[in-house]
């Protein structure tokens, strides 16, 4: 049996950073942060971190002028994936929207067809049909008011979709720039309009909140934002993205777990179900792909 490396340790500790500050942004919300002035003073520390640490790292955020319409898209995404990600978190249980989050890379899949005009191989839409399937489940044993329920889910889906239209965008930034220049500028743009919206909860937010609330504050800009950058691109420097992908496919398990112990929410057997039928759909897909690889064409 392999040993764990350093870079698996690194892989595998950005993802329970990942997976954790869904429960940790769970609980900050159920006691007294508002979702809006909680992301945006989350995203200002983060975004604080980035540039010093860029600036230090490379003394530049220069990015050329044709690839502001990566920038663009990215920061456009970036603000909308967090409206979705403080108000699932509002309206659905961490568990569901760990599960649900699950679906991004059937995302990522379907925005190359309809933007990049990609061709995508028959396990690609088994894939995305047992997700889908998946996904149903989770809807259907979520529980909650119905209005409540459903929308949580779809703001976890709309999550989900965000993020993998922002992995998207940056892919062509990810061949000419480090991960920390695109963070510090994509990020600090995305932050504009994400203020702005949220200076109605910003100025009557109380910010007399216990030792533990702000802990988890600070663990939530620290851990998932800036951290996991470090871990995460140090590691798929040296083994590639392939190998980094398994672990990343870990995410929403450990998400549920950490919601289940942290803060003992429950889970139905459908979301149980639906969760297994994502999982499945991924792998399916990303088996497919390989063997496909593998085939040798005709010279």
Known sequence: MRRLSAVDAMLLGAVLLWALNITVTKYVLEHGWLPLAYG???????ISIFWIYTWWRERSFRIARADWIYVGIAAAMIF???LCFVYSLEFARASTVSLLFGTTPMFVGLISIAFLHARLQRSFWIG???TLAGVGLIAAGAGGG???GWKGDLLAISLAVTWASYTTAI?????????????AVVLAIGWLPLALVSIPQISRQDFSFSGPVWLGF??????PLFLTNILWFTAVDRVGAPRATIFNNMQPFFGVLFALLVLSES??????????????GIAYERVGRQVVARVPTAE
């Open 80 to 82: 909308v994936n967090q």
């Open 146 to 148: 119905l209005v409540s």
């Open 218 to 223: 600070a663990y939530a800009v620290i851990g």
């Open 267 to 280: 889970i139905h057997g459908l979301e149980i179900a639906g969760g297994v039928l994502i999982f499945a």
């Open 171 to 183: 892919a062509p930034l990810m061949r000419r720039y480090s991960p920390y220049r695109i963070s």
């Open 128 to 130: 995305a049909g047992l």
């Open 40 to 46: 945006t003073i989350r995203y200002f520390a983060a």
